[in-house]
């Protein structure tokens, strides 16, 4: 069923991360022929979201030192004298210090973990064998007897044991110490037993077992962001329907932390009014504040001789208790102490208090299934518009003409050679040699699993944000985003939480760990007498570094075609403005004639232009349900 | 008012099996035998009754991602049920079926739908595959089967009746998808699934 690609586009767009994805989007809106090609096997490069299993074999691509190059037709053959070649990287190098920590049981004798097959594929299909796809095709095919029961999904688990895990239950809360041993308390977690008179209802305990079990619940995000509900990637969903592909969740809590306690932070009118943490006089206080932000351009003398200090500093200089000034500075505007001026603050809390409102009282969106969804759905726009898609497709080289400078063609790993106008790249596909001059910033990141929020309220359902400020000299403020399971990224009964934070010491770890120690505790499957315990416990960890290539000046990059653009990955910020103002420069350096995902100019349902049926002149009549009601979109259906 | 279902119904098949006018078909009652590859088409609606309820169809096309094997996971998201189509007069078609169905129980939702829909039966003189498989691969997946023709009308409002049988009935308590938000274009709509 794999038919031979074409060998001429308009466009060939290399990486499916959320740039290349909202490009590759806009050019095929605009009637470009693009191919959108990713050597991984799932969408998204470092956007990608995966489930736990897809996630462990992640992990273990990177903690595998060695290369496994497969072979590759040779291009150098397939090159002219006139023309020269931007030789593409092989193996990514983009992540490091990849740590696992799994604090939850992992009894190896557990009976799901024999069960399944290796799911070799994370996220995406079926992928062929790179020589051979008909091959691949033929083989599965044979095997009906893979149709499985719903008990042994074929997703478990010999590579769960192979992923390096550092086991850290022995040394921190053993289950050695424990009363009970591991039988009895499987028995008691299997098997209801009637004669357990125990008065409070059984804890129950979750084992590691159970969450690769439950593994397609997670839907784990190797880069962490929320959507400004005004920011730009908001307006460019809505603007080129590409909503439609997703929904949201709003972010229910703002959260700050002070003096080893996390509190809710009152940001919306209606939460300053109700919070019981802040006094009359701080209501007030804080009222007059956000509202002098929301116009401060209008009063430049309330801050004009504070433009050269710190945000710290000029708030330091406003009617507010240390209190306040503290929500302002890290909650809201959510600017560093030291390395903000007064005019990025104001402008970052007017950014914050602007998007509050617009889908619920705090300014974030997060997409159902994670953030990962996002360049997905751009991709699936290009698509419907004709864009080619192929994954598990590497580009060994980009061919240059010495003549002109310009790119003309690549040779992909199968040695066929396609032609383009235009090429557009991810920073992580270039070789050392075309990145000799740069600079890469380190981002860390932590993902955690866990067993309870960071703030317990009463709705076990909330989606937070929390800024951490430097926990000490020499460590970075630390953005924690908690998830609940109604974000479809956990399972239930657990959190998944993200850590970010810029690279200033070795490894993700270093940065992160003090935060995470901060905020919970080693799970261990005992009853604390004093009921309740304050902190909620670490089901499991993983801690990596991942490059910035955010910020790159274009000649930093040598010999770059002018016809060749260079994408950038994830960077440390919230939201997704970079990516989106990037695609949207690069699109219109390629057409500049052309509008940026204008939206569609019918929707796009109504296609079969035929001669006999007008699907637009076709109206849903309520009390004859069998009519055709969907020439619209969803979205409009609520107008009506 | 009868309470409005939306189910979302992802298509899955290989190339030029027929998925675009099955669905073409079944929306607009039509039938062009140059429809282009999915080019522009993605997403049709159409609502039949069912019971006490509306069943309104969010039909999802491949756009064209499963021809490098590339469809991308969000592409079964929250669907309800799948259709997978295959070619009665080509027993390749039949054969890569098996790999779909493999694809959907690793990607797809835990408790989806599944139909299989044997297409293009008005062509059964060049018939490769004959019903009995289907029939009895569909019952050891647990799948409604049928074989429709796009082109001459024959089982595709079947087809479709066949998944809403199988739509489990609304659970009033999982009702969780409180919250959930859609971007329109200018006023955000709550998603209410049931009135
Ligand atoms: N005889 C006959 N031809 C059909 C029938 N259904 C579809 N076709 C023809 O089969 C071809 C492919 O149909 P499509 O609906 O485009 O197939 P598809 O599965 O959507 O293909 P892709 O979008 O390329 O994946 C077209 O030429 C249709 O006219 C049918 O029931 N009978
Ligand atoms: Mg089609």
């Not at chain 1, 069923?1 to 290349?20: C, N, Q, R, W, Y």
């Not at chain 1, 910033?441 to 309220?457: C, E, F, K, Y």
């Not at chain 2, 279902?5 to 099996?17: I, P």
């Amino acid at each position: 069923m794999a038919d031979k690609l074409p060998s001429e586009f308009d466009v060939i767009v290399i990486g499916t991360g959320l740039p290349e994805s909202i490009i590759a989007a806009a050019c095929s809106r605009s009637g470009q022929s693009v191919l959108h090609v990713d050597s991984r096997s799932y969408y998204g490069g470092n956007w990608a979201g995966f489930n736990f299993s897809g996630l462990l074999s992640w992990i273990k691509e990177y903690q595998e030192e060695s290369d496994v190059g497969e072979e590759w037709a040779a291009w150098q053959e397939l090159i002219l004298e006139t023309e020269e070649a931007i030789v593409l990287r092989k193996k990514d190098q983009t992540v490091q210090h990849v740590e696992v920590i799994c604090y939850v049981r992992q009894d190896s004798d557990d009976p799901i973990e024999k069960a399944g097959a290796v799911q070799k594929n994370p996220v995406s299909v079926m992928s062929p064998g790179l020589n051979d796809p008909l091959d691949t095709v033929d083989t599965s095919c044979s095997d009906t007897s893979e149709l499985p029961a719903p008990h042994n999904e074929p997703e478990t688990a010999l590579e769960v044991l192979e992923v390096e895990v550092t086991l850290e239950k022995e040394n921190q809360h053993g289950y050695t110490s424990c009363s009970q041993s591991a039988l009895e308390r499987d028995i008691a977690e299997h098997v209801p037993i009637m004669e357990d008179v125990a008065n409070a209802p059984k804890k129950h305990w979750i084992t590691y077992s159970q969450i690769v079990k439950e593994g397609r619940k997670f839907n784990i995000d190797l880069t962490s962001k929320l959507l400004y509900s005004r920011g730009l990637l908001i307006d460019l969903l809505i603007k080129s329907n590409v909503s439609r592909y997703a929904e949201f969740k709003n972010v229910t809590r703002i959260l700050g932390y002070q003096e080893g306690n996390v509190l809710q932070v009152p940001c919306s009118r209606a939460d300053v009014f109700n919070s019981k943490k802040l006094t009359m006089v701080e209501k007030r206080m804080l009222m007059k504040f956000l509202t002098f932000c929301l116009d401060y351009e209008q009063h430049p003398d309330e801050y004009k001789a504070y433009e050269q200090s710190t945000f710290s500093e000029y708030l330091k200089t406003q009617k507010l208790t240390p209190n306040l000034r503290h929500f302002v500075l890290h909650s809201i505007a959510m600017t560093s102490e030291t390395s903000s001026n007064t005019l990025d603050g104001l402008r970052e809390t007017r950014n914050f208090l602007q998007c509050l409102g617009r889908y619920g009282n705090t300014p974030f969106l997060f997409p159902l299934y994670g953030q990962g969804e996002m360049p997905q759905c751009f991709c699936r726009m290009c698509a419907v518009f004709g864009g080619t898609y192929c994954l598990n497709h590497a580009v060994q080289c980009l061919v240059v003409d010495k003549e002109s400078g310009k790119c003309k063609a690549i040779i992909d790993h199968f040695g066929q050679r396609i032609s383009a106008k235009y090429f557009v790249v991810e920073d992580s596909y270039l070789s050392e040699k075309t990145c000799s001059n740069v600079t890469y910033r380190q981002i860390s990141r932590a993902v955690l699993i866990t067993d309870g929020s960071i703030l317990n309220a009463d709705s076990d359902q909330h989606i937070s944000i929390l800024t951490v400020p430097p926990v000490e000299p020499g460590s970075a403020a630390v953005r924690v985003i908690e998830l609940c399971s109604s974000t479809m990224t956990c399972m239930k009964g657990t959190y998944l939480v993200h850590l970010t934070c810029m690279s200033l010491k070795k490894t993700a770890r270093e940065d992160l760990e003090l935060v995470v120690q901060k905020l919970f505790t080693p799970y261990a499957e005992v009853e604390l007498e004093n009921g309740e315990q304050e902190k909620p416990s670490l089901l499991w960890a993983l801690y990596f570094n991942m490059r910035d290539s955010s910020g790159i000046n274009r000649d930093s990059y040598n010999n770059l075609p002018s016809n060749m653009y260079v994408c950038s990955g994830p960077d440390c910020f919230l939201g997704n403005e970079h990516a989106v103002k990037q695609a949207k420069t690069f699109f219109q350096h390629i057409l500049p004639n052309e509008e940026f995902c204008p939206p569609l100019p019918n929707p796009e349902d109504i296609v079969f232009d035929g001669d006999g049926v007008q699907p637009e002149v076709l109206v849903p009549k309520p009390d004859t349900a069998k009519e055709v009601t969907g020439q619209r979109n969803p979205e409009e259906h609520a107008q009506e | 008012m009868m309470a409005i279902r939306e189910l979302k119904v992802c298509l899955l098949g290989d190339t030029g099996v027929g998925k675009s006018s099955i669905v073409c078909r079944f929306v607009q009652d039509h039938f062009d035998h140059n429809i282009s590859p999915t080019i522009g088409a993605s997403f049709m609606t159409k609502t039949v009754p069912c019971g006490n309820e509306l069943h309104k169809f969010l039909i999802w096309d491949t756009a064209g991602q499963e021809r490098f094997h590339s469809l991308a996971p969000m592409y079964y998201r929250g669907s309800a049920a799948a259709v997978i189509v295959y070619d009665i007069t080509k027993q390749d078609s039949f054969n890569t079926l098996k790999k779909w169905v493999k694809e959907l129980k690793e990607h797809g939702p835990e408790n989806i739908v599944m139909a299989i829909a044997g297409n293009k039966c008005d062509l059964s003189d060049i018939r490769e595959v004959p019903m009995k498989d289907a029939k009895e691969y569909a019952e050891s997946i647990g799948a409604v089967v049928v074989e429709t023709s796009a082109k001459c009308a024959i089982n595709i409002e079947e087809l479709f009746q066949g998944i809403s049988r199988q739509i489990p009935p609304l659970d009033h308590h999982e009702n969780g998808n409180n919250g959930t938000i859609r971007l329109g274009n200018q006023t955000p709509q709550t998603i209410r699934r049931c009135c």
